[in-house]
């Protein structure tokens, strides 16, 4: 007798608020090593396991573990770590500036930061990422340069976007980094398409697009994974679940009943969970989808469990909705900490090192940031304002020629 | 020089450009084998090839994002949207995408596509297929906005479009396709073959976007119309005897200012036709910016004529188009006001 005499509606609830203990009972979690790793070339309809397991790489003791452990050099390993920390330099130096008013908003990637530095070590440079405004390492892991992406967070005269974007909404073609908008879900198809049109061309490039578990609930999100199972897109789609949606947890945008990760079957594409703080489970999960892609054999769902620590943005109090020691209770502990202990057991890397290496990543963005703001913060030194007319479109008609006209007068 | 409907016209612009340009396809519903349902695309995957014309799933935004992400790409891609009723599922891709890429990235990234999609009333398609949303695509900055309403203009126009690197929406007047009409349903439907805007070239030309094209010279009053509604305006002038100067805008962003206020500089009186309805609508654009431009030369208030603010009925379809009577009203009241 299954029938209820009243129906109630489920509205979830997630496991913790301020000042309760932090629990992340609810994440399925297993040892590193445990999980399979199947061929590349297999087919998805054999790897229908493979959303609800968990690829982790790095144990305990910093050691890698099992399959999905492939011997990465020490270059590789270094130039992650760095990236990371210089990530990490960044994002709270920024903080620090918005802080004081010279920007006008700023959104850290504290915790995330090997899920986009490894990826980015493992695309090629014709490829193409399509991120989030959280996945600034990538650009990090390529040597963007640390003063183009401060000149953008201050709109000054010298900002590569001419004032026309909010900060960390950056933009970077030649380092295969697709424009950001604040909009969430609508580039994933941008991405499809772009893989699309790569196979389309007999080319062997590749996308990858970012979003966050909560941008999964996006209408646009479930046509891109229709239109990459249908065409094959060579393609890699990573959801980063961070747990939070701004105040929403994971659970609001569906996370109770199943994984991320399983959305791939229905569209009959592998989808891949993957321990989002493991650096070296996330390159090897990465090259991996990168290896089926450029076989021809399509796209892959990846999941990547992880957490935000740092508040939403600048215009966010996580204090008001989650318990605020939930990083030192997350089970997959700091992707830096995760790395740096594996390279020291590896006998290639010291504290001491490490130590210097933080200091370097710190005196380069301080130096950056200085000479930032020597161009000029928010609202100090512009772009000319007539150039707010342009890239409208790619010949002005007379509204802009007329307007701008109007504007300097 | 071939005989051609608008529909062949619109074929031969895209087989021209598949021919052209080997970065140009071809995707959206039905498009493919089996040639569109309004026979847009028919032996465009015969000739080219699957790859250069074929079918997408049912999902606007999906086509659109993925247009997008191909023209990133450098490609060159025209997509159908087979009813002008169903973009809205990819609005905010048309809106927040394609036409602000360009400007957000400066410049890195830019979405040189183009949607077809056949608009507009007269066909017993109830509210679900018949809207003219033209108006809700010209107040977005970045996107350009055209309406055929020959075979000729259809073919010059819809190259022009491709050409294009900027995303372009290309509004069919899908009434049209088969033959000019002059807003008389009773009247037997008579085929673009007795029009000599049915003269169309087999081969390439293009109509720059922004060129309005003077229908119809007249001294007394300029009418301001696209699409379906040229050929109402003409009738109405026809049948009233009015001698209006008919303006067929082709393209209304980006709009040719200057032949529109030429014009009415010239006749001092202007009403503004359009099938979509009133409130917010095109013309009120075309109103604000003639009254901006030709205050000093208007002898008559600014006229508009235009569906009702309400769906398009199904039944009630000939009661809501703006047909040559209500035109032709129109003309009367502007030449006859007094100042």
Known sequence: MLRNSRLSLHIPEPPARPGDRPDFRHLDLRPAGETRRPEPETPAHEMR???????????????????????LPPETLRKGLEAMLLTRAFDDR??????????SFFMRSTGEEALAVAPSLVLEPGDMCFPTYRNVGFLMARDYPLLDLVNQIFSNARDPLKGRQMPVLYSARDYGFYSVSGNLGSRVGHAVGWAMASAWSGDDRIALAYIGEGTTAEGAVHEALTFASV????AILAISNNQWAISSFQGVAGGEETTFAARALAYGLPGLRVDGNDFLAVHAAVSWAAERARSNLGATLIEFVTLRIAGHSTSDDPTRYRPDDEARAFPLGDPVERLKGHMIALGIWTPE?????????????????????????????????????????????WRQIRQRREVEG | MATMNMIQAINSALDVMLDRDPKALIFGEDVGYFGGV????????????????????????????????????????????QFADYILPAYDQLVSEAARLRYRSAGDFWAPITVRT???????????HSSSPEAIFTHVTGLKTVIPSTPHDAKGLLIAAIEEDDPVIFLEPKRIYQGPFD?????????????PASDVPEGYYAIPLGTANVVRAGRAVTVLAYGTMVHVALAAAAETGIDAEVIDLRSLVPLDIDTVTASVRKTGRCVIVHEASRFGGYGAELSALVQEECFYHLQAPIERVTGWDTPYPHAFEWDYFPGPARVGKALKRCVEAET
Do not use: N
Request: proline fraction near 8%.
């Open chain 1, 49 to 71: 396991d493979m959303p609800y397991a968990l690829v982790r790489v790095l144990d305990e003791d910093g050691q890698a573990q099992g399959p999905w452990a492939r011997g």
């Open chain 1, 94 to 103: 920024i903080f620090r500036i918005h802080r004081q008013g010279k920007t």
């Open chain 1, 231 to 234: 065409y094959h897109a060579p």
């Open chain 1, 353 to 397: 090192d490490h130590e210097a290496l933080v200091a370097a990543c710190e005196e380069r963005i301080r130096a950056a940031v200085k000479q930032g703001e020597s161009i000029g913060t928010l609202g100090v030194t512009k772009p000319p304002v007539g150039t707010m007319f342009e890239d409208v479109f790619k010949t002005p008609d």
């Open chain 2, 38 to 81: 309004f026979r847009a695309t028919d032996g465009l995957a015969a000739k080219y090839g699957a790859k250069r014309c074929f079918d997408a799933p049912i999902s606007e935004g999906g086509i659109i994002a993925t247009a997008i992400g191909m023209g990133a790409y450098g490609l060159r891609p025209v997509v159908e949207i």
């Open chain 2, 118 to 128: 056949p608009y507009g009333g007269g066909i017993f398609g109830g509210q679900t």
């Open chain 2, 183 to 195: 807003g008389h349903p009773e009247r037997p439907a008579t085929p673009w073959s007795q029009h």
